[in-house]
């Protein structure tokens, strides 16, 4: 069993929560309206067959707030770097909060999601590395089709998606790459630089353009989403300094999305 729990606040933040008048959106912050800050605890274990907990969400919440937030808001003050900074009192707060999350369930993976579109986890058994998700966005165009079936065939197996004009999708993406902190930056991974490779070797070649004509990749390749995230990892890999490629996930539409880890049995489809 596997539960969830978040804390949302700002990192001038010093409501306690039993005070605070809107646990669902967070404290009003008077002094910094600019960030913002989500902190997800992800706890394993079994269920107390008296109690029907996992863990006592209350304890997770005095946990988060007491080392996590308390660890970010020391790590915040004077730093140049503030996201490498945010990453490394996340990694740095992850053995204290573990030993002060009460048994059975035993805390698993921090979250820190900077924004919606940005988070570091850091996770039990990697004490050392921490992964950043960036998230982009491309419009594109596509027509689902195989060359060796006939007009026919590929109706039959891809019905509209094989119209022979084409349509569109929003697609988002997502990228999540691993890295150490370096011993005399104090940098973990560099979102800039991620931000950087990927506008230069997936957004810009891919924005607005009809994939099966203008990518390469695609004139002999169905660009299905499976196959769209395959060549964004293919793009991607190697490309990026100090650290590494962790998973690409493509969302086709808010009800399906492919993510590949570099391996074959990686891949998941949604089913929703
Ligand atoms: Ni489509």
Redo the contacts with the bound molecule.
Sequence with gaps: MRLMREVRCFPDDNVETAHMLNTWAGPVSNAKLATFWIIRAFVDGPVDEQTGYLCDIKRLDAILHGVVVRRLLEQETGCRNEASAAATALLESFPLAAERCSAPGSLQSLELKVSPFMSFTVYRGDRRMVRLTRSFEFCAS?R?YCRDFSDQENRRIFGK?SNPHG???NYVLEVTVSGTPDELSGTVVDPPHLDRVVKERVIDPFDHKNLNVECAEFSSLNPS?ENIARVIWNRLEGALERCRLTSVRVW?TPKTYAEYTGRQEGQTRSVL
């Design positions: 596509h689902l998606c349509h569109g999708h989403v086709e």
